[in-house]
């Protein structure tokens, strides 16, 4: 997978030209992060009101399908669940994705409402770390009951986060082994790691109880908190997978540490206050957790021009060995 923000400015300009296209008497873009995509808080210049986030996709990685099918669900999310999501806001001309051209290249802008509130991450409190996981376990719950009774799940187009795509070859993120500076040792545990899960979940399955679509970056980023408003963010990566996989996308970069299994706990007791999880669910649970870490380690590689990268890449390396390690005597 290439750089993908070799054109900054050109994502800015993107933002700018979508948001010209909203009723706002005036606006400017202010750049918030890059990730899968650029984002951006759309404000008025005199009188600093914010008028709305601005999404610009990264070319060729969501098809317009793709978009619709997220404003598709945000609506039903808010329509059907006690959850709150930042609503998507229609253009002047009434809809709600606007394709910008620039350069010969195709930009997918959204705007969504401004969503107030703090971030489970901000509150940094050790403590309240099993309050934050076992929130996060009710609000995945929510969200797998939805789609499980939404029939228009059947029409979502959405990339599928099975095994091949996360950790395979030809990964949605790239291939693993593109890690820099991993040793020969190293590569050949992962790939023995990399076996065993994909015989795992082969026999794992995919069953309507067990997979569906998924948020699959549910952590506490992406989850504000104002006072009983429960409100998630960052829908960029939903699609189809198992549903264990929000688990293990709650755990990103943390799993390897010492506190990870009273977190699961807590996202468990959460999780079950509105859906059963099973015990062949539970079973897996390391399985899952190895998976996303591995799917990360492509992240890394193939997104080392995103604003976060970096200060992930500190220790991860050593941290990821230890669950391997771990891994293959359970299950080696």
Not at 85 to 112: F, K, M, R
Request: hydrophobic share 40%; proline share 4%; glycine share 6%.
């Amino acid at each position: 997978m290439a750089n993908n923000f070799e054109n900054p400015e050109l994502f800015q300009q993107a933002a700018a030209m979508a948001a010209r296209r909203y009723p706002f008497e005036r606006s400017d873009a202010k750049l918030l992060a890059f990730s899968e995509n650029a984002t951006y808080l759309i404000f008025d210049p005199e009188t600093n009101e914010r008028l709305c986030v601005m999404r610009v996709g990264r070319p060729g990685y969501h098809t317009l399908e793709e978009y619709e099918s997220e404003i598709a669900w945000l609506r039903q999310i808010n329509d059907y669940t006690p959850l709150k999501v930042a609503n998507p806001i229609p253009a002047t001309d009434g809809s709600y994705i606007q394709q910008v051209e620039l350069e010969g290249t195709t930009y997918y802008c959204v705007a969504t409402e401004f969503l107030t509130g703090t971030t489970l991450e901000q509150d940094d409190n050790p403590a309240a770390a099993p309050q934050h996981f076992e929130m996060l376990g009710e609000v995945t719950a929510y969200l797998h009951r939805q789609t499980e009774i939404w029939n228009g799940t059947k029409d979502i187009k959405r990339f599928h986060w099975d095994t091949e795509n996360m950790i395979g070859e030809n990964a949605i993120w790239g291939d693993w082994h593109a890690y820099p500076d991993m040793t020969d040792e190293e590569v050949a545990k992962i790939e023995q790691c990399c076996e065993i899960i994909k015989r795992r979940l082969d026999r794992y399955g995919k069953t309507p109880q067990n997979y569906g679509v998924i948020h699959a970056d549910l952590r506490d980023t992406n989850i504000l908190v104002e006072g009983d408003a429960i409100k998630v963010i960052d829908f960029d990566d939903f699609g189809f997978g198992w549903h264990v996989h929000d688990l293990a996308s709650a755990l990103t970069f943390i799993e390897e540490r010492d506190e990870v299994p009273d977190l699961v706990n807590a996202w468990l007791t959460g999780y079950r206050k509105v859906l059963p999880f099973t015990d062949t669910d539970f079973v897996e649970i390391d399985t899952f957790i190895l998976q996303r870490r591995i799917q990360m380690l492509a992240w890394m590689a193939s997104h080392q021009d995103s604003t976060p990268v970096q200060g992930y890449m500190q220790g991860y390396m050593e941290g990821t060995m230890g669950l391997v390690d771990r891994y293959l005597r359970l299950f080696g």
